[in-house]
Every structure is written in C-alpha cells, then in structure tokens.
C-alpha cells in the first residue's frame, strides 16, 4: 500500500468478507489502464503478472511507500486462488479477473462511475492449496500491521472491516501525527523522561527522512 498522492484525503478500506476474501479499496489515482508498450499488455496487467512492475518504480510517482518493491500485487495474485481488480477513470469501470495468477479474460470496461471519481478494488482469495494450514485472516493481526501502516504515513486514513461475524467489525486508523503520534503510542505503557517528542524532517536529492523519538525509563 501506498501513500497516495493528488487527492484530498487519501482512503484505503480492507474488508474481510464473508467467504474470507479480502477487498482492498482506494480512492487514489487507479492503476493505469492503457496497454504498455513493451509487454503488449494494459499496465494494469503488468501489475499484477510481472515483478518488479509497482509506481515506485516509474521514477518517482510516490513519495511515501510502505510496498514490497515493486511485487507485491504480482505476488499476492500468484498467491491466490482468485483475484479481481476494478479500477475506476475517466468516467469508466474496468475488471479483470485472474485465477492462480492468470488472467482469466483481458481488461474490458463493465460499466461507468463518476468522471471526477479514481481509485481501484481489488478482491482476492487465498490459495488453499499454498496455505495449507489456513486460510483463515486473524482481525486482530491486520489490526496492528494497518495501524502501523497508518502511523508511519501521516494523513492516510485506514477503515478495517470484518464482515464475517453477524456484528460486523470496524476501526478506523488516521494519524496526522504521523510517527509522532507512533511514539507516542509505544511509550503508552512506560513512563516518558519528558514530554516532548523530538522530531525533525528533512529531504535531499529528493530523499525524505523523518525522525521521531522520546526516551523513557525502560531499559
């Protein structure tokens, strides 16, 4: 997942469905449509088929990233038994679906969305053939991994659904704060030397770093 830029608020929700599908949602840019070039391919294709394909790679799209270098929609796709992908531009509604990493039919638009509205969903199901021991998503887990995501990139906000129950299960993780707030909350448990967190960013060569810490009396 990626921070995402160009939009007001950036929104990612993870849903834990019924069938323990997880649908991933955001309102970002959405994964190009057009056919690449050099593989012949509509980029989204690429995505999800090649390694080493992900926006961080084009030189700079993403200032913030939290990925997997460029293979994480490829690996999560050759991972599971299914996974479809809809992406929203320019007034259009684009599907594919891949089954054990394959595309089943090429991209092909199945409907319409409002022109001023981007972003992509992506469904997928694990491969019970992979993961033998389970298949099962444990709440809690994705939990912590999501809201660490949400600390380390202040401003994104991250919805966690679990669909599965009768009561559905919900939280919502925002940090303005950034890892200021991430300190904050490490140090919940223990006793703070002093109340200040020492921060500090900065960017050079088109590198950005940030820094957060704040001692406590712990060993």
């Known amino acids: 997942m990626r921070r995402i830029i160009g939009t007001a608020v950036a929104e990612i929700d993870v849903q834990i469905n019924a069938d323990n599908s997880i649908t991933v949602t955001d309102n970002g840019r959405g994964i190009p449509v057009d056919i690449q070039k050099k593989a012949g391919i509509p980029a989204v294709e690429v995505v999800f088929t090649v390694l080493h394909a992900g926006g961080k790679f084009g030189g700079g799209g993403y200032k913030v990233s939290g990925g997997l270098h460029g293979v994480g929609a490829s690996v999560v796709n050759a991972l599971s038994d299914w996974l479809e992908v809809e992406i929203c531009q320019e007034g259009k509604v684009y599907r594919q679906r891949y089954e054990r990493g394959k595309a089943v039919y090429t991209l092909k638009v199945v409907g319409e969305c409002d022109p001023d509205k981007t972003g992509t ?3 997928f199901k694990p491969d019970a053939t992979i993961f033998q021991e389970t298949t099962e998503y444990d709440f809690d887990v994705l939990k912590q991994r999501l809201r660490e995501m949400a600390f380390l990139t202040k401003g994104l906000k991250i919805i966690l659904q679990d669909l599965r ?14 890892i200021k707030e991430f300190v904050t909350y490490l140090n919940k448990s223990k006793t703070p030397l002093y109340d200040q967190i020492i921060y500090c960013e900065g960017e050079k060569d088109g590198v950005v770093v940030e820094m957060a810490m704040q001692h406590n009396d712990s060993y």
């Open 165 to 178: 129950e009768e009561e559905i299960r919900e939280h919502t993780f925002h940090y303005e704060g950034g």
């Open 121 to 123: 969903k992506v469904t």
